[in-house]
T-cell receptor, first 112, second 116 residues
């Protein structure tokens, strides 16, 4: 059973469109991290959200942590081809924040 | 160094052979993590170290997998008698503290193991 459900699994959109990726769980996390991974490389941290209800912005990317700290979303505004990649969410559980639980990722393709 | 360095980048082993992967964490980082990424992008936690001590090994298939982080040496992950299902990308990561809410975890580029 996957602890962190990520959706959609695949997304192909046109340049300029908006999109939202979801990360859901029945478990509470002390923090949740979003990563981006490109082919042949390791994941790179985009943001960490810690407080329930927290919203963080990174240029055209908006990250939100659910009030109950069980879910999170990543919204990209006016997607660019450079946003293409695999987006992964990973949660740290209270009491063991050194071991991340990972979603299966959302593979995003932004077409020019 | 300023990045997590993993070697080799690619490794091919026949079923039953041994495979050994190496990782040099970022200088000054106390924690090292090994993750296995298999098909469908699933990241599986294997083991973590705090300096040279095993911190959490709950993800390790202990029968064939072992790992070490010795002082003044790269960390290593060794698989004895590899099986086809061990084919995956093995990522090493390091952090100043334990990761999670407090600190960034930096990942290496991974070592791609193919067992044939």
């Amino acid at each position: 059973t996957q602890l962190l459900e990520q959706s959609p699994q695949f997304l192909s959109i046109q340049e300029g469109e908006n999109l939202t990726v979801y990360c859901n769980s029945s478990s509470v996390f002390s923090s949740l991290q979003w990563y981006r991974q490109e082919p042949g490389e390791g994941p790179v941290l985009l943001v960490t959200v810690v407080t329930g209800g927290e919203v963080k912005k990174l240029k055209r990317l908006t990250f939100q942590f659910g009030d109950a700290r069980k879910d999170s979303s990543l919204h990209i505004t006016a997607a660019q081809p450079g946003d293409t990649g695999l987006y992964l969410c990973a949660g740290a559980q209270a009491g063991n924040n050194r071991k991340l639980i990972w979603g299966l990722g959302t593979s995003l393709a932004v077409n020019p | 160094g300023e990045e997590v360095a993993q070697t080799p980048k690619h490794l091919v082993r026949g079923e039953g052979q041994k495979a050994k992967l190496y990782c040099a964490p970022i200088k000054g980082h106390s924690y090292v993590f090994w993750y296995q990424q298999v098909l469908k992008n699933e990241f599986k936690f294997l083991i973590s170290f705090q300096n040279e001590n095993v911190f959490d090994e709950t993800g390790m298939p202990k029968e064939r997998f072992s790992a070490k982080c010795l002082p003044n040496s790269p960390c290593s992950l060794e698989i004895q008698a590899t099986k086809l299902e061990d084919s995956a990308v093995y990522f090493c990561a390091s952090s100043q503290s334990g990761g999670g809410s407090g600190n960034t975890i930096y990942f290496g580029e991974g070592s791609w193991l193919t067992v044939v």
